[in-house]
């Protein structure tokens, strides 16, 4: 007789959901992703069944990552959706080397924008740039951020005047290659480069 579909133990790559039963716990042992009764073991998130059976374990892979939750000193990718005299907002979209969804909100100060004295922030920072940060404060909301450091600041960005690509002329200087515009930002020491990671 073919046992019943909540009873047999549920095959390697099976998509599962959390609370399914994946088996009795005296044939398996739980691993990730799952959790145990006294009699049987469940899945506790959604994802794809995994079975070693050399040390007869079941897990389950999720299939939604684990949310990334930042933290101080954590290296971000972003680009600026908001521009004010004192303030920028930007949206997160790589942290820790990782792509992220949903984003995370994080404003950077005008004193946290260089080590130099700017008036105001878009004499470091234009809307639509995109930045390498760190964050500085990860208990408040929005997140709040720096770009002060020579590997922290303007990554890539587009000219303000015609959106034509801006080549590095100099420190903190950029040309763009389409109308000759001269703008500055805050750059990186790598600025324009396709290798955009961070290695702490």
């Known amino acids: 007789m073919k046992p019943d579909i909540f009873d047999r133990t549920k ?6 959901y959390p609370g399914t039963r994946l088996a009795v716990t005296e044939e398996f042992l739980g691993g990730s992703g799952t959790y145990s009764t006294d009699k049987f073991i469940f899945a506790a998130v959604i994802g794809n069944v995994a079975i070693d059976v050399e040390k007869h374990e079941i897990s389950v892979v999720p299939k939604v990552k684990t949310a990334i939750v930042p933290k101080i000193g954590d290296i971000f990718l972003g680009s600026v959706v908001n521009v004010s005299r004192q303030m920028v907002t930007v949206g997160i979209h790589v942290l820790r080397n990782k792509e992220i969804y949903p984003t995370y909100t994080l404003v950077i100060h005008v004193s946290q924008v260089s080590k130099e004295y700017l008036e105001t922030v878009d004499e470091g920072l234009r809307l639509g740039d995109i930045i390498r940060g760190k964050i500085i404060d990860a208990k408040t909301i929005p997140l709040q951020g720096s770009l002060i450091g020579s590997q922290l600041g303007v990554v890539l960005s587009t ?34 480069s396709s290798h955009l990671e961070f290695k702490l």
């Open 11 to 16: 095959d390697s790559q099976e998509l599962v």
């Open 159 to 192: 000219c303000s005047e015609c959106g034509g690509k801006l080549e590095k002329i100099g420190r903190n200087k950029l040309k763009c290659t389409e109308c000759n515009f001269i703008g500055r930002r805050k750059t990186t020491i790598d600025y324009g």
